[in-house]
């Protein structure tokens, strides 16, 4: 009986890291291209679905939130580079840390046919690393159920 209770956290951590090493498709979140180096960890409510893109070091590259709605909101002003994300016509708004001048960020929303709102933030201490992230998102697939291609989303 003392193995078993001893051995009931080594259990759930295996089985916690086995559930985020499933296929994207079953975890709520778009699938990474493959070779991106990253792994998805994905938290889900009734309505929605919050998915960052970890390193194997842990860090963040990139995050992404799916709900009906988004609280980011563009502001015309930060407009940087258009894009594509998951064959999503996109435009990329510069994103401003307070805390963190000096990293390069970057955010958009992405209008899904479903009828929920990606929006997906991006953040490199240097350009290239940041134009790195921007090559993985342009990877990322909604499926195909969810996906138009060459349909326009920017917002």
Same mark, same amino acid.
């Given at each position: 009986?003392k193995?078993t209770?001893?051995? *009931?956290p080594?259990?759930l *951590? %295996?089985?916690s890291a086995?559930?985020?090493?499933? =296929?994207?498709?079953?975890?709520?979140c778009?699938?990474?291209p493959a070779? %991106?180096?990253l792994e998805w960890?994905?938290?889900?409510?009734?309505?929605?679905? /919050?998915?960052?893109?970890l390193?194997?070091?842990g860090s963040e590259?990139?995050?992404?939130?799916i709900?009906?709605s988004?609280p /980011?909101?563009?502001r015309r002003?930060n407009?940087?580079?258009?894009?594509?994300?998951g064959? /999503?016509?996109?435009q990329?708004?510069?994103a401003e840390?307070?805390?963190?001048?000096?990293?390069? %960020?970057?955010?958009?929303?992405i209008?899904l046919?479903?009828?929920r709102v990606a929006? *997906?933030?991006l953040? %490199? =201490?240097?350009?290239e690393? *940041?134009e790195?992230a921007?090559?993985?998102?342009?990877?990322?697939? /909604?499926?195909?159920?969810r996906?138009i291609?060459?349909?326009?989303?920017a917002?």
């Amino acid at each position: 009986m003392k193995a078993t209770v001893l051995c *009931l956290p080594w259990l759930l *951590l %295996a089985a916690s890291a086995a559930h985020a090493q499933q =296929p994207s498709s079953a975890s709520g979140c778009p699938q990474l291209p493959a070779g %991106a180096g990253l792994e998805w960890e994905h938290r889900a409510t009734a309505d929605s679905d /919050f998915c960052r893109a970890l390193r194997e070091d842990g860090s963040e590259a990139f995050g992404l939130y799916i709900a009906d709605s988004s609280p /980011f909101e563009p502001r015309r002003k930060n407009r940087e580079e258009t894009g594509q994300v998951g064959g /999503f016509e996109v435009q990329w708004y510069r994103a401003e840390i307070a805390t963190r001048p000096d990293i390069a %960020a970057r955010e958009t929303l992405i209008e899904l046919p479903d009828g929920r709102v990606a929006h *997906l933030w991006l953040q %490199a =201490p240097t350009g290239e690393q *940041l134009e790195r992230a921007l090559e993985v998102a342009r990877g990322l697939r /909604f499926g195909a159920e969810r996906q138009i291609a060459g349909g326009s989303n920017a917002p």
